[in-house]
């Protein structure tokens, strides 16, 4: 198995810049030693995110979030510690080096090849804007996208563009700019048993980006002639369309602030509502809503609106859009747009009545309960009793896929009085569904007994003290040359004290390697939480000095009262071999503590 050279990790973590790195994301105001912002991982009016740049490392006393600049970027971007040090190290021009540990190492072509077909996409998305803009091809595709209302800018915003009819004209244009044909055969642009012959021709262009930005795809929508209405690019090594969004990249600030997304069917509904001010949107390739992409979602946003076709294609998708929603814990409402003078979606509403009514009807929502009881109604005949009981029972895997027994019980009560029956009658067919008893989906923590070994994480003078080492690593030789592990006792102590001897002895580099060694996640969060204070990062070098002392100072007195007691409870007259070892032993602490005892005055 490979992985990212410790040299590679280390020099990343020298050259980053904290604060240039973390204010991409959060605006930062600088007060003494740190600089503050607003969280971006919860809701808050007043700061209380910090980050360290000496220490490189950001902390929110709100949320308790922190750690490394490089975990910063893997909980803001959502990606693997591999690919978020591979974005950094490309932003800083620094050359990531893999090592092997026996498996098979990492093809060093892939990560070149992914770059070379997203180039290739991005010149051909460059040329195909060209054509729609410029080009006399293109004036068809031109005149059909102004006259859906949408701008230039917008246009040149989602880099919209024109595929030329001529099919040999993208091979001939691409060979010229070097491209060999074996390297073309393999883009997914032309034809697999014709590969000089373009995929895409005489359609309106819409190149899809991934979340960095990066151009993975094409869709294609034709203009003229026989075939499908829309066509997209194949799936590669750069595009997966289960595990993409079109427009993601757009709309992820927006995301960001707002938690929130607007969910349509099509490229031309997107485009729209970004037109119309409303650039949280976005909507699946090709496919129905799915769970891999409800769960890219699920990264920045907590509440999703979707925005589906009125007609009957359109209500069926919306219904299995909330139960994907649900599914992965998204919050979840529909817009209706029936009240649009029956236009039935956001581009039409655009080009019809303009950004002013779009931006109404986005206001007009229900929660995905209603818009299920509404569809459950207008399915089934509700006169007689069977026709009833089947419209409750199109309700009952919603029920099923909530994770709260509380809203199961609220929807429950819902459903009862939206078809006028009794709430244990909706009960009892549920139970049917579902035979048994009702299993409770709460999550189960477990709890701390007396007797369950476990000890909570109190600060004590050991704590304390490698608490101060843990945020300030560079410290450790002189904690290793005055304890080992065994001297100390508190469990917690002991496992920051093994989490730096591995850090320093596999010679590794950064806070989130440190943070990453302590399993226990109570101790991190504490740590975390008060090695961020001040109190951790003034006069270090002495707090250490005095937490060593302390701890030494402490640990004499108890073995001086062992002592004590031990002689103590000797018999009388019994001045034996162990009585003389001990009273040299309690000289020797006396004059020990005495000498503590000068310092400290």
């Known amino acids: 198995m490979s992985y990212i050279a410790e040299t590679t990790i280390r020099e990343l973590n020298d050259r980053m810049d904290a604060v240039a790195l973390v204010g991409d994301y959060v605006r930062l105001e600088k007060r ?17 995110f910090t980050v360290d740049p000496e220490r490189k490392m950001y902390y929110c006393f709100g949320c308790h979030e922190g750690g490394g600049v490089i975990n910063f970027i893997m909980a803001m971007e959502k990606l693997t510690f591999p690919e ?14 893999y090592e092997n540990t026996g498996g098979k190492p990492k093809d060093p072509g892939i990560t070149t090849r992914i770059d070379e077909l997203s180039e290739l996409y991005r010149r051909v998305a460059v040329s195909f804007n060209h054509f729609l803009m410029e080009k006399p091809q293109g004036k068809a595709a031109k005149d059909y996208i102004l006259a859906r209302a949408i701008n230039k800018e917008t246009i040149n915003r989602f880099r919209l563009g024109y595929a030329p ?15 060999t044909e074996n390297f073309l055969a393999q883009s997914g642009l032309f034809f697999k048993n ?7 021709s005489d359609r309106l262009m819409f190149p899809i980006a991934d979340r960095q930005g990066r151009t993975t795809a094409f869709g294609g929508r034709i203009l003229s002639g026989d075939g499908p209405k829309y066509i997209n690019s194949s799936e590669s090594e750069i595009y997966k369309k289960r595990e993409t969004l079109f427009a993601i990249d757009l709309a992820l600030p927006e995301l960001r602030k707002t938690r929130e997304v607007y969910l349509v069917e099509g490229y031309m509904d997107v485009i729209a509502l970004h037109q119309a001010g409303i650039i949280n949107a976005v909507a699946p390739l090709g496919t129905a809503f799915t769970d891999e992409q409800a769960k890219l979602l699920r990264r920045w946003v907590e509440r999703i609106y979707l925005i589906f076709d009125t007609d009957e294609a359109g209500q069926a998708a919306a219904v ?47 929660n995905d309960l209603e818009y299920l009881v509404m569809r459950s109604k207008a399915l089934y005949d509700l006169s007689d009793s069977e026709g009833k009981a089947q419209a409750v029972a199109f309700l009952f895997p919603y029920l099923e896929i909530l994770d709260s027994e509380v809203s199961r019980e609220a929807s429950i009560e819902v459903i009862a009085d939206a078809f006028g029956v009794e709430r244990q009658a909706v009960l009892s067919d549920y139970g049917h569904y579902r035979p048994g008893e009702l299993r409770s989906k709460k999550t189960m923590v477990p709890q701390q007994s007396a007797g369950s ?26 904690l290793l040359s005055a304890f080992t592990i065994e001297e100390l006792k508190d469990p917690h102590a002991k496992e920051l004290f093994i989490a730096l001897d ?19 996640e109570a101790l991190r969060k504490f740590v975390l939480e008060r090695g961020t204070s001040e109190a951790f990062s003034v006069h270090v070098e002495q707090l250490v000095s005095d937490g060593i002392r ?26 034996g071999h162990r009585t003389a070892d001990l009273l040299a032993e309690k000289v020797h602490i006396d004059a020990e503590l005495h000498r503590f005892k000068e310092h400290n005055e």
């Not at 050991?462 to 030789?477: A, D, Q």
């Open 32 to 48: 003494g030693n740190r600089y503050w912002g607003l969280c971006p991982f919860h809701n808050e009016k007043t700061p209380s």
């Open 84 to 97: 978020a040090v591979e974005i950094l190290a490309k932003r800083l021009g620094i050359e990531v080096v």
């Open 165 to 179: 009819a001529d099919k040999a004209w993208l091979f001939n244009f691409l060979s010229q700019k070097g491209y």
């Open 194 to 200: 014709n590969p000089r012959t373009a995929f895409f």
């Open 320 to 366: 299995k859009a909330i139960m994907t929603s649900r599914r992965n814990a998204l919050v979840c409402s529909v817009i209706s747009l029936k009240n649009n003078r029956d236009l039935k979606d956001p581009a039409d509403i655009l080009k019809e009545m303009g950004p002013e009514a779009l931006q109404n009807t986005v206001k007009c929502f229900i």
């Open 453 to 478: 070994g476990v000890k909570p994480v109190r600060m004590n003078e050991e704590l304390f003290l490698l608490t101060v080492v843990f945020f300030n690593p560079g410290l450790y030789p002189k």
């Open 502 to 520: 591995e850090w320093y002895r596999n010679d590794s580099s950064g806070m989130d390697d440190l943070l990453s060694r302590v399993k226990d």
């Open 550 to 575: 302390r701890i030494k100072q402490k640990r004499l007195e108890r073995r001086r009262a062992e002592i004590v007691t031990e002689l103590r409870i000797m018999r009388q007259g019994d001045i």
